[in-house]
């Protein structure tokens, strides 16, 4: 009871600190974070993949148009989880980063210094007034100097590095799979297989290619690479994952 | 009544987050869209269709007074629905974009890039301070490169793109009945058809075409027409659509 | 009660949205609209009629003093209702307007256009912070194109086309009296004639002359023209609205 | 009781409507205005009279420094009731734009153009936040183009022209008495004559002259005019209204 | 205790209207100068009189560096009661406009100019947002083409010409033995003698030199002078004033 | 109870008037300087004296680096009680306006002038909104003119000019020894002894070196000097003043 | 109960004082760095010593991306706890001061005024209003004219110099360690031991080398070094350090 009046006592005005420590803002936007469906980044030694779930409500709805996995460079992708406008915000400040590094430097820019970028403009609008905190977790997921690299932006602005992570609803249950089955050695094919399995032992029905996003950035062609639906397909046949029950349209 | 005065909390600033990671502001805006009447968006083949429940309050009232079909370029309209004042704000937007668009490139603004640029304005104002949300939503409906396409943008600042769709009053009921009777093959005239249908389907006195808007852009001409009220009389005596009852003037 | 207490939260700051959606603020603002006295608009083949109800408190007030008609252009003219103050500030936006539009393409402003410009205006108030919407509605009448037009604004910045309406106090009763009795094919002279007796159906003790304004813009010299105390007097005569007793003075 | 928790709600922001379309901070000003001595204003045919109660609390106060009498330009002079602080503001700025008038256009400026400047200016003051309306009410009384003009500013930013008027304390009452008086034909002695029996017939003690301001602007001169301590104390002793104490001093 | 809660209300935001016209910033300002020890003035034929009670609270403190006597122009001086931070802006405000004043017409500024210049300063900050009011009230004495003149400023920033006044703690005392003493025949001497005796009617201990501040603008000189210590001592020998028990130190 | 009530209302926002006319977060300030340890100056006929009591909370820490004695300029030096990051801001401000003053007159600043310059940047702090006070106390103390000089600067921004005084925790303990003991012929060394004393008589376990900070202006060299260790500690041990236990390290 | 109530009082707005002069979001963002994992510094003869635990969450996250250590210039490192995105503003601040003092005057920033731009940095935070204090302490470290020198910046703004501190979770037990067993004569290799002995004092399960950051300034070379994992491991095995359980992965 305390606690809700106590809890209160932060929602109303600018990014403050509570008595604990605790900036409430910016962990309420990670929960807006957990109501998006998730997103997965698995680093293997041949490339990075970037599986998302569009969890389309419609069969009206065209997947395509659910933004989730975004090229933001020839040789990076970012996929997302939350508050899809606010995901827009952040991948349209990506690619204009890394368009000005390439224009200024003649190279691309690298995966790190660009998740830097990201973070920092993120944190911007957890301490300065007159704004909300980002709802959206990002992984970013690229090649840089020949090898692949995954990051993650939390809402607090604190980048991470990853082997493989989810972000997104049910992060931690992906996250315990991952933990599992993940080995080093993993190739390209072998990463899209853990990752749709990992999204596929939080999801009773089983999963649907048109339902799904995949992308990778091999260390060979250092190039974003969107599969289609056929290939996802694919996968998920191998991997004996497809939903029993085919999508209505 | 805890939840009653959790939710108060969150009425009285900008637009920030609730505990559960929800934007109340942008949610609250997405109940003035519920306010107003229906809006419906169907994609055909040969091109898109927008229909508009104008629900004229008096006969006094000039019908084509009441704004929610909107022309915003040769090849693209926008329906909205929700609050009017807004909306305009947002027409008006979309507008100047195609003009620039068209004197920087000698060229017609593409309709997915245009729904891009509103959603992103759209955001800023759940994000930034010292206004807020807009109360509307839009359907914006044109041919990009041949192919027909129709989008939604939301009070968060989320595109989508749709087969068939509606939004405002009554959304899902309409949408059950475009999902249940929606096909692919339709040509233009048949999704015409099935949009008076299905707004048909949650009026029980039925319709008269005074009350409706109709706008097409076909692929062929690629150009925004909207229908004169004896065809839409036409439309709606074929589909035995018409209210019993003649209006009062 | 709790009702009470919800509408409260909403009284406060900005113009926010309320949970079920509503603008507040805007609200309230249309209250301040019913607050004041009616002002009529009538349309009619030759022109269009404005009738605007001073209640002159006082036999020691200048009743020309009593600003509810104003002439915004040689073509157009505005009745309002609602805050007498906010009202000037909107006036003087239209007719700042006019003149630049006649500076910059040496053609009278058309009464649509200027009505948007308006209306946009108005909008803006209800959704940036820092000032209160305009607690009043205006009815702009004129003539563009050889043609009669009259249109309403209200304080959420919707603008609305009729053939003949009522802003202000006993709003309701008078539309009523208007739709029964309204016909297409009235002349000027039965437009003003019909607004008064719409006026004097919601006044019990009868009109007077120097209670009264009323302006007509006709299509033939497309000129606005206040009509002096004794012609509305014979109107009120021929139409046997007079008032029983005179006034004091 | 409930009453009385709605109206605390309207008061700690900007100025905005309440419930019932009323702007608070509005009329708390407009008590402001009552909480001040009445001010008086007469029309006649000769020209205009201003007469304000000065109420000076003490012997050693200089009765010639309570401002509430004051000229404006060589034709116009103001009578403020309510807080005086205030009312220098708005007779500064109206001094200003006498000035500006006369310098751009070598005229002097007119007194109703004069009273729509400073209304228009305490409007703003209504809307847009950031600061609080004028507690003050003008009677604002001069000669235009050869004809007597008197007209009343209030806190909302109304203008109304008068034949006769009282503003501040006891407002009602003194008006009760210049309705039952006033006559179209009145001299301008006659006038000051009215205004003095007013301001006495609400107050027990009668007149003394020192506690009294007396102006005239007269159609012949066209020129603003305070009247001496004799003076006024001669047209006390002509009709009567001569307190019996004398001053203590 | 309705009361208190209403008076709560009015204290959070920035200056504003209470419902019954009173701006309570203003007057909670007015007890901050109640909080101040006395400051006492005084008109004779001869010149202006100020004297200061500075409450000396430590024989350690510096009595000179108790700022209540000013030093504005060779002929103003100006004695200040209240929050001593505040007062200390405004006599640095005033002395700007002196210098002003004579850099820009080569002439000493008037006392009335020079008090409405404070004053005007004054009410802005009562009615703009985002400051709060001076807590301060300030006695203004000089001569004016030859004539003595002292003026009171308080914290509404309104002006009033006094014959004798005091300001500060117990003001309403000391009026009232000044009301019961002060002649217009007085000298420059009699006039310090009346203020001393006036201080010294609340002061039930008796008053010493050093806690006291006396300073004169003859109209002869018309230079602002402040009594030595030695001399103010043989003044309080003279009323026969003197604190029965010496200083500590 | 009420009072508590009360008290909470002006702790929300901007620095304002309680009803009682004072300013609250002003008092809070003042109550963050007593939080600090006491810093204490003294003026004798041959110079200034500054000591403060660090009250080292660690052996780990660097005694040098607990500001609270900062040389000014040759001739000034500043102890500071209270909010050790406030103090240097001020003591920027202080230096900079000696450099300023330095470059413009080619003289060094006074004493008086310096103060009064840092009491009317502390003020703004609390008159105009978007910062909070400052939460410290200074000791200014210098020579000026040959004479020796000593301020203090409270958060109220009110200077006073002292014989000797203290600021922070324990003040009027410390200023009660000070008031006994203090007398007009001590030389500086006797002022050395007198501050040490002083600060001994509120401190139970004694005085090491270490904790202290002892610096003098003189006025013949017109110096600031900091006195190292040693000699502090040979004061010590001249006054009896050591602590018995010897510090840990 | 009742202090609960107060403190909440404070959570609201900027940051202000608190009735018994504290500030309470600088006081919550102490808070904020207790969250975090202790940083450790210790300054020895040779150099100085940073050790961060960073307490790793995952085998799939990368140990070298949770950014606690930073290399500001070639001889000044940074160690930070509490919230990693604002101290990446700080550091960032840091270096960009770094090189502007390198570039204007060719030499290496001095680690003494470099921690005192930092910290008039986070002081203008928590007086300013618009944003939030910074949530971190940093440790900065580094050789200063052949000296080493260790420095902490805290929430408020406060410098402190220290021979050995913690910041961060657990920093009271820590610095108890470090008191025993500081000594002013350890070496460079003594000191890493020493830090790590210390952070093993409160960590129950014993540490690995891939969870900990080690970084040096010696005062022979002045660089910054961070020590690869496998010299952490020596350490570590050399003291009997390392945890029992070998990391999962």
Chains 1, 2, 3, 4, 5, 6, 7 share one sequence.
Request: proline content about 4%.
């Amino acid at each position: 009871m305390q606690g809700q009046n106590q809890q209160q006592a932060y929602d109303r005005g600018i990014t403050i600190f509570s008595p604990d420590g605790r900036l409430y803002q910016v962990e309420y936007a990670r929960e807006a974070v957990k109501r998006g469906t998730a997103s997965i980044g698995v680093r293997t030694n041949d490339g990075v993949v970037l599986v998302v779930d569009k969890r389309i409500r419609s069969p009206l709805l065209e997947g395509t148009s659910v933004e989730k996995l975004h090229k933001v460079d020839d040789h990076v992708g970012i996929a997302s989880a939350g508050h899809v406008a606010d995901a827009r915000q952040l991948i349209d400040y990506a690619r204009r980063q890394a368009q000005v590094e390439q224009l200024r430097y003649g190279e691309p820019i690298g995966v790190e210094p660009l998740t830097k970028m990201v973070v920092d403009n993120i944190q911007q609008y957890t301490q300065v007034g007159g704004a909300r905190p980002f709802g959206v977790a990002l992984i970013i997921g690229g090649v840089e100097d020949g090898e692949p690299r995954l990051y993650e932006t939390d809402p607090s602005g604190t980048p991470y590095e990853w082997k493989a992570l989810a972000v997104g609803g049910n992060r931690n249950d992906i996250e315990d799979y991952l933990k599992e089955n993940y080995t080093e050695e993993m190739d390209l094919d072998a990463g899209v297989g853990l990752a749709l399995e990992a999204l596929d032992s939080v999801n009773e029905e089983g999963l649907q290619a048109e339902g799904l996003g995949v992308a990778t950035v091999d260390v060979e062609t250092e190039q974003y690479r969107e599969l289609p639906v056929d290939e996802v397909d694919e996968y998920l046949t191998e991997h004996d994952l497809l939903a029993d029950d085919e999508p209505e349209e």
